[in-house]
């Protein structure tokens, strides 16, 4: 879940902290503002799942596409839970195998992807994703939708490993060449020597053993010492 | 009072149980009756007195929370909603806040637990029809269908933060939690005990809803301003009390925050399982159903995310699904049929806001089915986690060719798979703040990294507790 407020206009958090967050005339605020969250490639989480549960509740409101930009908003944001608490605000239809309608289709097919990602198949994801054109449509309202991937992929990537076969990791990114170590040495500010591509330790992969000690307080040994006090000698 | 007198005779932990086999419906009937008997005469002589417009008010107030039959035919449903508009318009809109005594202290968790418990009811059983698996009439699916506004969720939700909004209650735990006066902050209805109580327990209705609808986020946002410990106000009303817990650890375990999950159903677990000897009343029946769903969720929560339990909850749990805890902590596909089942026996009904589309059958799904199916994609990142496991804790460094054909599998797939659970036990834990608040922490005892093909494995030891052997034994000594 990412809370990061700083990027919320006044006038959304005005919405969210009141009962206007039920009014369905904010609609057209909440989808303007997911708009510009495509665009300016910042996420609200609250926002969005506010302006779900006003489809939610109004039904004849709904826009498939704002709610197809936010779900691909919140693939930007994988590994977290994002993804998940939309669907839940979904149609419970939305989920049916075969689909209902095309809309069903399009959150089926985001779904996928989505576990893939937190499945950590990242080749597979960048292969679903070029496997059919639907796949282009739905994630081309998010500017800099594979930039933002590519960026949480490395993330994750930083988290268990300090060295990686270059060809492996080439695959996870879908980059080659040029493009792979300009994201590898600008991006992620990791080195290349030869086939290895090494990351620096962090607080995830240094995997340090710890001995997590007993921690002892002066008040556990409050009645020994009273006792010993009133123990005649 | 039409509702009034149908209310009569029924159980609330009976009436949840719709297998219950009639014999015991039948005894308990007797008891039942016997008892609200009793409970009609003290609500009379608390305030005969009170008459509005030529109507018993009192009878109203014990209608409100008086549990509702299961079976209740439709038209009980439909007049039940009606009695309770009737009676929050009352309470919300008549001139100045209305002067009442309370029948008893618990009677406004009553109403609302009451009020949402039958719109909860309402729509699952709306939803059945439609799907036309309640075995609904034909009669009852024109009659749902002509009257899509009853229990509606805007007006249910309308009626909470009115009762929230009227007792300025927001403003006054914000006052209790600067540590001020709240009465300086409650005005004329939130002073009263009435609507304080009626505004208090409105804020955990919310959270029940928010968490109905699926919408979990929001439901532990509405606790903002409640201080989650055992002296808050809920704790004193024991279904309160037990309610609060169960829909956040609901919520926390729907967000994926396992730790934080298990951390609220063992707190109340505990509780009950403490306190169980002092409460052998008609409250803590209700309570039995719902403690033993819980056991179910600490069961999924804590094979999704192994953590240490507190010692009775784990024999409770050992005793109650020893064996399904067992194959969920062995994971593999086996186990994904009981994460299914347990979760669909033990997690709220969860509800749709909007009613099902009557001509179209085949277009309603069961809103739980819904929520399982979302919930059910993380379980399935899982299964191997188990495995992964029990064979790292044996090495400190590992080839991961070799710990593949170990386990049998692609070098490539285990690589992901340690990513994966490298990935999944990262977790948001609450520290302090609302309850949305939290911080990225390790749940997990066991840590790797991989140096190229090489597994770099470290384990969080927790060092001997020598102190409480050391005191035990000093006091046998003396």
Known sequence: ?233 | MLAGQNFNGTNRHLREDSDTDDEVLASTLVEEALRDDGDYDDLESAGGSLQISGENIQQRLAAAATPLDFQAPLQNRFDSYDNYCTLFHFILNSDGPVDLELPTYYWAWDVIDEFIYQFNSFCSHRNAVARKEGGGSEEERRLLCDHPQTWGCYSVLNVLYSLIQRSQMNEQLAAIKKGQDPNEVAGEYGSRPLYRMLGYFSIIGLLRVHCLLGDFTLALKTLDDIELNKKAVFARVMAAHFTTYYYVGVSYMMMRRYADAIKAFSHILVYVSRTKNFQKNAQFDSVTKKNDQMYALIAICVALCPTRLDDTIHASLREKYGEQFTKMQRGGPDALQIYEQLFMSACPKFISPIPPDFDKPENNVDPSQHHLRVFMADVRNSMLAPTLKSYLKLYTTMDLKKLAAFIEVDPEVLRTQLLVYKQRSRQTRWIEGGLLEGETINTSDLDFALQGDLIHISEAKVGRRLVDWYLRNLAKTY
């Not at chain 1, 600008?186 to 620096?200: L, Q, Y």
Request: glycine share 4%.
């Open chain 1, 1 to 233: 879940m990412t809370f990061d407020t700083s990027t919320r206009p006044e006038h959304i958090q005005g919405i969210l902290s009141s009962l206007d967050r039920y009014n369905p005339e904010t609609v057209t605020i909440f989808q303007d503002y997911v708009q510009q969250q495509c665009e300016n490639r910042t996420y609200d989480s609250l926002a969005n799942l506010a302006l779900l549960k006003l489809y939610q509740f109004n039904p004849h409101l709904t826009r498939d596409e704002t709610i197809t930009n936010i779900l691909v908003k919140a693939l930007t944001v994988f590994p977290s839970a994002d993804f998940g608490l939309c669907l839940h605000l979904l149609p419970a239809n939305a989920l049916t195998e075969p689909p209902i309608d095309p809309f069903a289709e399009a959150v089926l097919k985001l779904f996928s992807l989505s576990r893939l990602l937190e499945a950590c198949e990242y080749r597979e994801f960048w292969m679903t994703l070029e496997s059919d054109d639907l796949y282009a449509d739905l994630i081309t309202d998010c500017a800099g939708f594979e930039e933002l991937i590519r960026l949480r992929i490395a993330s994750t990537t930083a988290q268990s490993n300090r060295e990686i076969n270059r060809e492996l990791l080439e695959g996870w990114l879908n980059l080659t060449a040029d493009g792979f170590e300009s994201f590898i040495k600008g991006s992620c500010g990791w080195a290349i020597e030869g086939d290895v591509v090494k990351i620096p330790l962090n607080k995830e992969n240094e995997a340090k053993t710890t001995v997590t000690r007993e921690n002892v307080k002066f008040d556990q040994f409050q009645r020994v010492i009273k006792r010993a006090y009133e123990q005649p000698a």
